[in-house]
C-alpha cells in the first residue's frame, strides 16, 4: 500500500477512534492535563516530606476551589440577573407593544394578524424548544458525570505516574525508549506554556471586554469585562451569561435598545477576536506552533469534541510537533507544525 494512503487510513481510524472514545477521552485529557501542571508542585511538596497522597489531594483541592470560585461567578450573575428580571419584563412588554402599534401605523399589519403568526410561530418552535431543552439536559447530565471523574482520574495518574511511565516505556519498541523521557519533560513545559499563552488570552480579553464597556457608558464596567474573560473559560455559556446582567443594566439605566444592542455587540466581536486572533497566537508562539496549526486544531477539536477538544486540542498538536521532532520519520510533520523561531 503507497505511503499516502497509509497515512489517509491513518488519520481516518484515528478521528474515528476519538470521537466514538470521547466519553472516556475528554475526562482522562483534562485529567492528564491538570496532571502535567500539577506534577511539580506535588513532587516539590513531596521532597518536603508531604505523602504523595497528601499532597495531590491538596493539589486537586486548590484547583476544585479555583473552578468552584468561576462557577460561582457564574451562578452570582444568573442571580443578579433574576433580580433585575421584573423591570426587564416591564421594559419587553413595553417595546412589544410599541413595535406592534409600530407594525399597524407603518406596514398596516393588524393586530389580529400579528396574534395570528406569534400562534403559528409558538407551534412550530415548541417541538424545536422541548428537543433542545432536552438535549441541554442530556449534555448536562454528561457533564456533570465528566467533571466528576477529572478529579480521580487525575489523583491516580498523579499517584501511578512512575508506574504509568515505566509501562509506556516498556510498550515503545527498543529504539524509541532512549528520548521517551526527555519528550515527557518537554510535554509538561508545553502544557505550562500552554496556561501561560491562556492567561495572557483572558488578560487581553479583559482588557478589550472593559474598554468597549466603559466607551458604551455601561455602569461597573470593568468588573464585567473582566467577569466575561474568566467565563470564557465555558466555552459558549459563559460568555452568555456573562452579557446577561451588563445587556440588562444598560437598557434600564438608558432606556434605550441600541445600549444593549451595543453590549451584544462588544462581546461578539471581543470573542470573535478571542477565537479567531488572540488565542491562536498568544497560545501558539508561546507553543511554538503555527498559528495556521493552531486554528486548524481549534476547528478539529470542535468537530470530534465540541468544545472541550477547542481547549485540548492545542497542547495535543504541541505535543504531537515534540514527537514527530524526535521521531525518525516525522520531521515533514513537525515542519508543518512548527513555527519559525526569532
Given at each position: 500500500m503507497p505511503r499516502y494512503l497509509q497515512i489517509l487510513?491513518?488519520?481516518?481510524?484515528?478521528?474515528?477512534i476519538l470521537y466514538t472514545g470521547r466519553s472516556l477521552f475528554i475526562p482522562l485529557s483534562f485529567a492528564l492535563l491538570i496532571s502535567f501542571i500539577l506534577y511539580p508542585i506535588c513532587k516539590w511538596m513531596e521532597k518536603k516530606g508531604i505523602g504523595k497522597s497528601t499532597a495531590i489531594i491538596i493539589n486537586l483541592v486548590m484547583v476544585t476551589l479555583l473552578l468552584g470560585g468561576i462557577i460561582f461567578l457564574l451562578i452570582q450573575q444568573l442571580q443578579n440577573f433574576g433580580n433585575e428580571w421584573p423591570l426587564l419584563r416591564d421594559k419587553l412588554n413595553q417595546s412589544s407593544i410599541q413595535f406592534s402599534a409600530y407594525l399597524v401605523q407603518e406596514w398596516n399589519i393588524s393586530e389580529a394578524t400579528q396574534k395570528e403568526w406569534l400562534e403559528e410561530f409558538g407551534k412550530n418552535s415548541t417541538?424545536?424548544?422541548f428537543g433542545l431543552v432536552q438535549q441541554t439536559i442530556s449534555a448536562s447530565a454528561v457533564s456533570a458525570v465528566l467533571l466528576f471523574l477529572i478529579p480521580i482520574?487525575?489523583?491516580?495518574?498523579?499517584?501511578?505516574?512512575?508506574?504509568?511511565?515505566?509501562?509506556?516505556?516498556?510498550?515503545?519498541p527498543v529504539h524509541y525508549r532512549t528520548g521517551i523521557i526527555e519528550i515527557i519533560q518537554l510535554a509538561i513545559h508545553s502544557y505550562y506554556e500552554f496556561i501561560k499563552g491562556m492567561i495572557v488570552v483572558y488578560l487581553i480579553v479583559g482588557v478589550l471586554n472593559s474598554v468597549g464597556l466603559l466607551i458604551l457608558g455601561v455602569p461597573h464596567a470593568i468588573l464585567f469585562?473582566?467577569?466575561?474573560?474568566l467565563l470564557t473559560f465555558i466555552p459558549y455559556v459563559g460568555i452568555l451569561v456573562a452579557s446577561l446582567f451588563p445587556i440588562t443594566l444598560s437598557w434600564v439605566t438608558y432606556n434605550s435598545?441600541?445600549?444593549?444592542?451595543?453590549?451584544?455587540?462588544?462581546?461578539a466581536f471581543v470573542q470573535y477576536l478571542e477565537a479567531n486572533i488572540i488565542f491562536p497566537w498568544a497560545v501558539s508562539r508561546r507553543l511554538n506552533l503555527n498559528t495556521l496549526m493552531t486554528i486548524v486544531a481549534i476547528i478539529i477539536g470542535g468537530i470530534l469534541w465540541g468544545a472541550?477538544?477547542?481547549i485540548l486540542f492545542v497542547p495535543f498538536a504541541a505535543i504531537l510537533k515534540l514527537v514527530a521532532e524526535r521521531?525518525?520519520?516525522g520531521q515533514a510533520m513537525a515542519e508543518l507544525l512548527g513555527d519559525d523561531k526569532p
Amino acid at each position: 500500500m503507497p505511503r499516502y494512503l497509509q497515512i489517509l487510513l491513518a488519520i481516518v481510524l484515528a478521528g474515528i477512534i476519538l470521537y466514538t472514545g470521547r466519553s472516556l477521552f475528554i475526562p482522562l485529557s483534562f485529567a492528564l492535563l491538570i496532571s502535567f501542571i500539577l506534577y511539580p508542585i506535588c513532587k516539590w511538596m513531596e521532597k518536603k516530606g508531604i505523602g504523595k497522597s497528601t499532597a495531590i489531594i491538596i493539589n486537586l483541592v486548590m484547583v476544585t476551589l479555583l473552578l468552584g470560585g468561576i462557577i460561582f461567578l457564574l451562578i452570582q450573575q444568573l442571580q443578579n440577573f433574576g433580580n433585575e428580571w421584573p423591570l426587564l419584563r416591564d421594559k419587553l412588554n413595553q417595546s412589544s407593544i410599541q413595535f406592534s402599534a409600530y407594525l399597524v401605523q407603518e406596514w398596516n399589519i393588524s393586530e389580529a394578524t400579528q396574534k395570528e403568526w406569534l400562534e403559528e410561530f409558538g407551534k412550530n418552535s415548541t417541538s424545536h424548544i422541548f428537543g433542545l431543552v432536552q438535549q441541554t439536559i442530556s449534555a448536562s447530565a454528561v457533564s456533570a458525570v465528566l467533571l466528576f471523574l477529572i478529579p480521580i482520574y487525575s489523583f491516580l495518574i498523579l499517584y501511578y505516574r512512575h508506574r504509568l511511565v515505566k509501562a509506556l516505556i516498556l510498550f515503545l519498541p527498543v529504539h524509541y525508549r532512549t528520548g521517551i523521557i526527555e519528550i515527557i519533560q518537554l510535554a509538561i513545559h508545553s502544557y505550562y506554556e500552554f496556561i501561560k499563552g491562556m492567561i495572557v488570552v483572558y488578560l487581553i480579553v479583559g482588557v478589550l471586554n472593559s474598554v468597549g464597556l466603559l466607551i458604551l457608558g455601561v455602569p461597573h464596567a470593568i468588573l464585567f469585562g473582566c467577569i466575561a474573560a474568566l467565563l470564557t473559560f465555558i466555552p459558549y455559556v459563559g460568555i452568555l451569561v456573562a452579557s446577561l446582567f451588563p445587556i440588562t443594566l444598560s437598557w434600564v439605566t438608558y432606556n434605550s435598545i441600541w445600549y444593549p444592542i451595543g453590549v451584544i455587540g462588544i462581546f461578539a466581536f471581543v470573542q470573535y477576536l478571542e477565537a479567531n486572533i488572540i488565542f491562536p497566537w498568544a497560545v501558539s508562539r508561546r507553543l511554538n506552533l503555527n498559528t495556521l496549526m493552531t486554528i486548524v486544531a481549534i476547528i478539529i477539536g470542535g468537530i470530534l469534541w465540541g468544545a472541550a477538544g477547542m481547549i485540548l486540542f492545542v497542547p495535543f498538536a504541541a505535543i504531537l510537533k515534540l514527537v514527530a521532532e524526535r521521531m525518525e520519520g516525522g520531521q515533514a510533520m513537525a515542519e508543518l507544525l512548527g513555527d519559525d523561531k526569532p
